[in-house]
């Protein structure tokens, strides 16, 4: 089975601190994708890599970025963190663009106080 | 971009009952379209699709429908238990898989199966 690794279960930080979330998988998937979930909004996509050192804008980009230097990981970075970026973030893989299933991290719970 | 609305927002049903939960999307252009089920503290997973060239599909106790020309499908599941429980979402893309525009998910739907 596939496994999507999330760093964090939990994390607290503060309003303006910069922010790394890391997503690591062991299946060689070409494509990597940050997800946002909050509630009654569903899941919003904010960037996805299709390849190392590639990455493309999803619905959210705004005061997000990403990194992808090796292909098993794909690091999510909040420059200076906001409370309204307070949210589930979840990353989620697929083998390619032919295959359809997503396999998503169990997620991470942040809150910017 | 596409847009797609998922209804109801929650889901109460008997154990054993059957449920249904609905999507409609607006992007005439969409021809992929996934079920995902989410347990309490765990990501998403996907638990059925279907393509656009197929009217219905069905895996055990759980069955997707699609109707193209009035842009909305549904997920069926019957005799439902109580690891049914959890919220679930639909989406859309023109391509499987999202391609580079990437899946559209609606709000997600809570099924909570009452003993």
């Known amino acids: 089975d596939v496994k999507v690794t999330q760093s964090s279960r939990y994390l607290v930080k503060r309003t303006g601190e910069k922010v790394f979330l890391e997503c690591v998988q062991d299946?060689?998937?070409?494509?990597m994708f940050w997800y946002r979930q909050d509630p009654g909004l569903g899941l919003r996509l904010i960037y996805f890599s299709y390849d190392v050192k590639m990455k493309e804008k999803g619905d959210i980009p705004e005061g997000y970025s990403v990194s992808r230097e090796k292909k098993e990981r794909f690091s999510l970075i909040l420059e200076s963190a906001s409370t309204n970026q307070t949210s589930m973030y979840l990353c989620a893989t697929q083998f390619s663009w032919t295959y359809e299933k997503l396999f998503f991290g169990s997620g991470t719970q942040l809150s910017v106080l | 971009g596409e847009n797609v609305e998922q209804h109801p927002s929650t889901l109460s049903v008997q154990e054993g009952d059957s449920a249904v939960i609905k999507c409609t999307y607006s992007?005439?252009?969409?021809?992929?379209f996934p079920w995902y089920k989410q347990e309490l503290g765990k990501g998403p997973q996907l638990i059925i699709d279907i393509r656009s060239n197929v009217g219905e599909k069905k895996d055990q106790r759980i069955a997707v429908t699609l109707n193209k020309t009035a842009k909305h499908f549904s997920l069926h599941i019957t005799e439902t238990q109580p690891e049914d429980s959890a919220v679930y979402f639909c989406a859309a893309s023109k391509l499987p898989g999202g391609g580079a525009d990437g899946l559209t998910f609606g709000k997600g739907t809570h099924l909570i199966i009452q003993p």
């Open positions: 992007d005439s252009a969409s021809n992929y």
């Open positions: 299946m060689d998937h070409e494509n």
